[in-house]
């Protein structure tokens, strides 16, 4: 028997990395007509494709994360990198057609046939060969692959040159330079060049690679490390590198990749896989639970592919965009819109994903002469702080958004709190954390009852501005609050955590309840119940905060809520997500559930609105604001995520805001803090068995509905369990040691 459940423990965390889940696609039975509705994305988390599909023509619009105009006295915008063009002269009259995108594989593909030959074509963008590899065939025939091949610049003060088979464009924005390398292999037949474009005729198969960067580096004083010519040579040694293998280990070194990060979380609801397309399943079908898995899974296939490598976070969109002029210029904004985009990073078992915007957020705010620390200057401050709209280059403009800086701060905390990583905390966040933290010893004041409140603050994006509001009072006490356990970790400095305990017992935490049992958002003008603007800035205490919850003070859970039923249901894309999270912090899972499907209604609106009534996805699941923002995307899977399991207080809940139509099901390999990895099995609505990796060997603390009847290791020996109070029990854990937890319906 305990061979048995040995085997079993280990069985269900192997089962994460070793084996395959549920076939997870999204596929559609015809070409992309419109990029920001339909086409198809991919990416490696630096360089992005969309693809679309078409037979006589096939269209890949590529970018990279950072070909940005402007410059830190410029703001600039993301811009769209060019267009590969394949035209298939003879292809006109196709039959059997089917365009799918796997999140199991991170592959594009498109079959159809052509007078009763079939062709295949496969899209990926390679991590370890960064590069976008294409591959066209004909399976079981030769000689069948005649095409052409063009590559556009987005830019028209570029330069194009084709040269055999290579074809290059490179050219200069207002600070940084840029260049994409074309290289066209073929397998038998002829290949020919001319001034523009690049022949294929008659061959048995052919791998194509687009590879593009620029010579932007964050670390750089100027934001430049290198040469145009460096630039090109450096791209040039990469393509080749690329082209030196076969397309076979290519895609083996890409799924490698990219399969031991996805695998990692496997969400099953029990739904079979409908075999119906994509477009028409968000259509006619948006009740489907296969769906919902879907729309959580590829959250974290869009984080996965664009936000890895360089040390840049994702922006607007991602790292997508077709427009020179792109709506809020794709820019990272600091409002919500970036945390956002990182909410799911942890949770869901990226945290090497979270790096690019942590590592971008150190390097800006400890910047000597950075704008960051400029505008901290400015008003008499230490430390640092920001605008609302940033760009890569460290510009940030438009509206003070002051409290952001404790707002980042909160990854920062958080990339610990789920790694234990204490070299980490002592050396990338504490320094950024304390500078922060500096700014508001500055900048607070006391209000007439003694407390430190923030001058002269907003509620983004609306009221007036005023001093104390809950915005600004909530976020600071989060970054004193984990500031404070931080220093006490790495013993920092006894003056500065001596001023820190100070501040913060004097600091008034932003939480007050109204005249109408609301969590106030204002200090001196009144909230207007009824109001339904999209930010719920005044509730940063219930999510991503921690302040609020039943687990804490049920008058202050319940005043959260009659906020959040006064912003109502609707919203534009990220605001909807945002409400899946919050009732999922109120263990409403049926709530966050009508939220969640309301996030995939379907549209079709691609220009800006901020109606209510216009958010939801496109047929690709894009998430629409609209238009497109991949935020309300990675929103709505960090919201999953905390509907099935929440460590934000300490202790591990499990199933917390589970909806009544996830009765049976499981999910594997989401991260808790204390570098816990969870699967949990349910049945009935209720959990059956729980097994936790402990990465660190903290004691784990759990809080469950019903009774823990019992906790083995992965020997099969019995672990001692203290029940502290009702529904929360411990138990000691060794590091990377795996413990098997049952239920029982007696409490």
Not at 268 to 277: N, Q, V
Not at 429 to 435: G, I, L, R
Not at 725 to 746: H, L, P
Request: charged letters at 20%; glycine letters at 6%.
């Amino acid at each position: 028997m305990i061979k048995k459940l040995k085997a079993f423990i280990l069985f269900s965390f192997l089962s994460i990395t070793v084996f395959g889940q549920k076939d997870l696609k999204l596929w559609y039975d015809k070409p992309a007509v419109e990029w920001m509705t339909s086409a198809l994305p991919i990416g490696n988390g630096e360089l992005g494709g969309m693809f679309f599909g078409g037979v006589e023509t096939e269209h890949l619009q590529f970018n990279e994360k950072s070909l940005w105009q402007g410059s830190p006295k410029v703001r600039g915008a993301y811009q769209n990198f060019g267009d590969l063009y394949l035209d298939f002269p003879s292809h006109r009259n196709y039959t059997d057609y089917k365009r799918i995108l796997s999140l199991n594989d991170a592959i594009g593909t498109v079959t159809y046939k052509v007078n009763g030959v079939s062709y295949l074509r496969e899209y990926f963008v390679s991590n370890p060969d960064s590069a976008i590899v294409m591959r066209i065939s004909s399976p079981g025939n030769k000689g069948k692959i005649s095409f052409s091949v063009n590559l556009k610049d987005a830019h028209h003060t570029g330069e194009n040159q084709v040269k055999e088979n290579i074809f290059t464009i490179k050219g200069k924005l207002n600070l940084i330079s840029y260049n994409a390398q074309v290289k066209v292999i073929n397998e038998s037949g002829q290949l020919t060049s001319t001034q523009d474009e690049i022949l294929v005729e008659n061959a048995d198969a052919v791998t194509i690679l687009l590879t593009a960067d620029t010579n932007y580096d964050l670390y750089s004083s100027n934001y430049i490390g290198e040469t145009e010519n460096q630039l090109q040579k450096r791209l040039f040694d990469r393509i080749s590198s690329a082209s030196s293998k076969t397309y076979a280990l290519l895609k083996e070194r890409h799924l490698k990749d990219y399969q031991l990060l996805f695998d990692r979380v496997q969400l099953d609801l029990g739904a079979t896989t409908p075999d119906i397309p994509t477009d028409e399943l968000i259509r006619k079908h948006k009740e489907s639970i296969y769906l919902d898995a879907l729309y959580f899974q590829y959250g974290r296939y869009l984080m996965l592919s664009s936000s890895r490598g360089m040390d840049l976070p994702n922006n607007l969109q991602g790292i997508w965009n077709n427009d020179n002029m792109p709506p809020w210029e794709c820019d990272i904004h600091t409002n919500i819109n970036i945390q956002m985009n990182y909410w799911p990073a942890e949770s869901t078992n990226l945290s090497e994903c979270h790096l690019p915007f942590i590592n971008y957020i150190k390097t800006e705010a400890l910047r000597e002469g950075g704008s960051w620390r400029q505008l901290a200057e400015n008003i008499g401050a230490r430390g640092w702080t920001l605008n609302t709209q940033s760009t890569i280059f460290g510009h940030t403009d438009w509206n003070a958004n002051r409290p952001a800086n404790a707002w980042y701060c909160m990854h920062l905390w958080q990339h610990y709190a789920y790694s234990n990583d204490v070299e980490y905390l002592e050396k990338t966040a504490f320094p950024v954390m304390k500078s922060a933290c500096e700014f508001w010893f500055d900048r607070l004041k006391e209000d007439t009852n003694g407390k430190l409140v923030a001058p002269d603050e907003w509620s983004p994006e609306q009221g007036d501005w005023e001093d104390g509001v809950a915005y600004a009072q909530q976020l600071i006490w989060e970054l004193f609050n984990q500031t404070l356990k931080a220093s006490q970790i790495i013993n920092a400095d006894p003056e500065f955590v001596n001023t820190l305990k100070i501040k913060f017992a004097k600091l008034d935490n932003g939480i007050e309840i109204g005249d109408w049992g609301q969590i106030r958002e204002w200090k001196i003008q009144p909230d207007i119940k009824g109001n339904d603007h999209r930010h719920l800035s005044h509730l940063m205490a219930l999510y991503p905060g921690n302040q609020i919850s039943y687990h804490l003070n049920k008058t202050y859970a319940d005043a959260a809520k009659i906020s959040l039923e006064s912003r109502g249901d609707e919203g534009t894309g990220w605001s909807r997500a945002w409400k899946i999270a919050c009732w999922a912090r109120l263990f409403d899972g049926d709530h966050a559930y009508k939220l969640l499907k309301a996030a995939l209604h379907r549209s079709t609106l691609t220009v800006i609105s901020m109606d209510n009534d216009k958010g939801g996805v496109y047929d690709n699941l894009f998430d629409s604001h609209p238009p497109f923002q991949i935020d309300g995307n990675f929103g709505a899977t960090a919201g999953i995520a905390e509907m099935l399991l929440q460590s934000n207080l300490g202790f591990i809940h499990i199933l917390p805001a589970l909806p009544s139509a996830w009765t049976k099901g499981s999910i594997k390999g989401l991260k808790a803090e204390g570098n816990f990895t969870v699967n949990i099995n349910w049945e009935d609505s209720k959990p059956i068995v729980c097994t936790i990796y402990s990465g660190s060997g903290n004691k784990c603390s759990l809080y469950s509905d019903l009774k823990i009847n019992k906790v083995v290791d992965q020997k099969g020996r019995s672990i001692k369990i203290k029940k502290d109070k009702a529904g929360f029990f411990s138990f000691e854990t060794k590091e990377r040691e795996i413990y098997s937890i049952s239920f029982s319906d007696n409490k």
